[in-house]
């Protein structure tokens, strides 16, 4: 409570810039080093156009207190320019009837065609643009140390679940920790993803996790999802818990660890760690997973603004989605663009392999959004489902009872 | 009595901030627990449901029975320690007021220092475990943090380290207050020092006794900013504690209802605890 009235001031005192140069004002939780560079990106060519950025940083990766703090200012019916959103979240705000109409600029930029399907089921609601998607994460993911696989004599890259335990395996036997993972309900979570497309494919994934369908929810297929988690248990250290995503990442890049599952943003660790793609380490997608894709994409929630605001806003959402920006912004992100039609000549050899995938699974029909990252099901939902896998994955639940809680779960 | 102008001139902007802000904003979670709020504040009420559902959920049962084991074992511990160290500091020791700082230090950190310097002190792969290893007992082990059955415990240790140095200093307060010829009278008649602490001196602390218990009960309620620091809620959700609903429920899960019928509950088993307390000490304040 208190902290939201000093939300509520300090926005109050940011909101009235006294420049009248145009200016957008821009909400996000995008405060570590990769993530500042690539916003960069956007932000040198609005200043090209004469617009000034507003930069309004709240930290915390999950964007908790960002949402805080945009509640502040919506309620004081003062919001942002644009605000970063992702999955469910896009849905809810629109809604609360307080998202902007970008469908004229859609029109004229031709967005329809370019952005994947099942991204546009959150940056359209209702028959209206109010988001400019910017990047889009893919998830299924694996990161693995090559070293550490040649001495577990892990020669070539696993192409089947089965496959995968069984290197895996090799490589706990040789000494090292076969899977680097943070005990932290999002990490399982983001696991749980990969894990479901790998067992039922997607048809059953959307059944399950998007229609909520009990039948799907409660099926033997949802019975071997769990087991499978906990063949994955079994690789783990027995340290993991609380740990950061970036030290698991860390395990692998220094070699005290062969695999990790987690989404394309580990890539930026690597990068950091000067670490060479196909040299030092390998990517690929989730054994089982190949031609499909589970997906977050970020974007900006565009907010009614006043008319005085309207023209920078409409100028930084086609930013947004200019070819240039999608390009340079991802490759320093570590995702791939939002839109299908861009090159991936600049990218590496995992953001290359990605934008493959993505332009497939999206032709295929194969795309899904991701459970953990909260693009499948609404908030409450997503956090039941958090709820038990996080048990599960901790040995409170065995795996009948997790798929009975997954059930009733789906009904929060 | 009546005050001068002056000083009620003086006193009522606090005075105000304070109606507004904590009384007023009460109020507003009152309201907002009886309304169907989900990710903005909705005013329209619509009853009791979302109590409804905070008593069916999961989660709220999970921290409610932390909550009681933390809260027992918390508030025994500090109690136990605190009167241990004031009784042994009375000792007519040297370098008292050395001790004394040394044992208060702790409650001059804020939990989430407290609680980020256990988490690494209780963390196997960095902290105690690995130390004792390091000397060469290598069979030690000591993994309670990753432990979700034994988590809570650690929150327990840490907050009772924080504390139990605050409740030395109420306790000593208390020792110092009491009547010297009643000890003296005894020590004439032969009793021994622990028979003195038994049956004359510990029985005339009881009002420091419900004091140091009305801190500690809401301190318990309200810890939040320890276990964030210290387990982040975890291992899975096995160290959550009403505060982490209430925060996570209101701010993260779009349940804006169901987190202020949670805080109301809150609100009330701390006011079952502190109020007939104050309400004896404004007695106590009229007529003393």
Request: glycine content about 8%.
């Amino acid at each position: 409570m208190k902290k939201s009235i000093a939300m509520l001031t300090a926005a109050m005192a940011i909101a009235f810039p006294a420049a009248a140069q145009k200016n957008v004002e821009v909400l996000h939780f995008w405060t570590s080093g990769g993530e500042a560079a690539a916003l960069g990106v956007l932000k040198s060519n609005l200043e090209k156009q004469g617009i000034k950025w507003n930069d309004m940083p709240v930290a915390g990766g999950g964007g908790e207190q960002a949402m805080t703090a945009l509640r502040a200012r919506v309620t004081s019916g003062n919001p942002p320019s644009a605000v970063l959103l992702m999955g469910y979240d896009l849905v809810d705000w629109a809604n609360q009837g307080v998202l902007a109409d970008l469908n004229p600029l859609a029109a004229k930029e031709g967005w329809d065609k370019v952005v994947p399907a099942a991204v546009q089921r959150f940056t359209k609601q209702n028959g209206k643009w109010i988001a400019a998607p910017l990047a889009v994460h893919s998830i299924n993911w694996v990161w693995a140390n090559k070293a550490v696989l040649e001495k577990a004599g892990v020669t070539a890259e696993p192409k089947t679940w089965d496959e995968f335990i069984a290197a895996a395996e090799k490589v706990q036997k040789a000494g090292f920790i076969a899977l680097a993972h943070g005990g932290q309900p999002w990490q399982e979570a983001t696991v749980f993803d990969s894990v479901v497309l790998a067992t039922g494919g997607a048809e059953f994934y959307r059944k399950a996790f998007v229609e909520l369908d009990s039948k799907a929810l409660s099926s033997p297929t949802m019975l071997k999802v769990f087991q499978r988690m906990g063949q994955l248990r079994k690789l783990v250290d027995k340290d993991f818990s609380g740990r950061d995503w970036n030290v698991a990442s860390g395990m692998v890049i220094t070699g005290k660890a062969g695999f990790q599952i987690m989404g394309d943003w580990a890539k930026g660790e690597f990068s950091n760690a000067q670490k060479t793609p196909g040299k030092d380490y390998t990517c690929f997608p989730v054994p089982g997973t190949q031609g499909s894709v589970v997906f977050l994409s970020n974007q900006f929630a565009m907010f009614k603004v006043g008319a005085d605001k309207a023209d920078a806003q409409t100028k930084m959402a086609s930013a947004s989605l200019d070819p240039a920006v999608q390009s340079a912004f991802n490759v320093l992100k570590g995702a791939v663009p939002a839109r299908t039609d861009v090159s991936d000549a600049a990218f590496d050899i995992c953001g290359k392999r990605a934008m493959k995938e993505l332009a497939q699974s999206n032709k295929a029909n194969t795309l899904v959004g991701s459970i953990a990252h909260g693009h499948a099901s609404p908030t409450a939902v997503k956090n039941a489902f958090y709820d038990v896998i996080t048990r599960h994955f901790n040995g409170q639940l065995d795996d009948a009872k997790a798929v009975a809680a997954m059930v009733s779960a789906s009904k929060s | 009595m009546r005050a001068h102008l002056l000083a009620r001139l003086l006193i009522s902007p606090s005075a105000l901030l304070i109606l507004v802000c904590v009384y007023g904003y009460i109020a507003f979670t009152f309201y907002l627990s009886f309304t169907p709020s989900t990710l903005l504040p909705q005013y329209e009420l619509t009853g009791g449901a979302s109590y409804k559902r905070l008593v069916g959920l999961e989660n709220w049962s999970v921290a409610l029975s932390n909550l009681w084991v933390f809260a027992s074992l918390y508030i025994g511990f500090a109690l136990v320690l605190g009167l241990g160290l004031a009784i042994l500091i009375d000792q007519k020791i040297r370098a008292e007021s050395a001790f004394r700082s040394i044992f208060l230090y702790p409650m001059a950190l804020s939990f989430i220092v407290t609680g980020t310097a256990w988490k690494w002190l209780l963390d196997p792969g960095v902290g105690l475990e690995r130390s004792v290893h390091m000397f060469g007992w290598t069979s030690f082990s000591f993994s309670w943090i990753k432990d979700s059955e034994l988590a809570i415990y650690c929150v327990v240790i840490a907050a009772v380290w924080q504390t139990s140095g605050f409740v030395m200093a109420m306790f000593l307060a208390g020792l110092r207050g009491v009547d010297s010829e009643q000890v003296n009278a005894a020590r004439v008649d032969g009793a021994k020092t622990w028979q003195i602490y038994l049956r004359i001196i510990i029985p005339q602390l009881g009002p420091v006794f419900v004091s140091a218990f009305v801190i500690l009960c809401h301190m318990a309620v309200k810890s939040y900013d320890l276990v964030i620091a210290l387990t982040n809620g975890g291992p899975g959700r096995s160290t959550w504690l009403p505060s982490v609903f209430m925060y996570q429920y209101t701010f993260t899960r779009n349940e804006m209802a169901v987190g202020a019928a949670s805080a109301v509950l809150m609100l009330i088993a701390i006011g079952v605890v502190v109020l007939p307390y104050l309400y004896n000490e404004m007695n106590k304040a009229k007529h003393g």
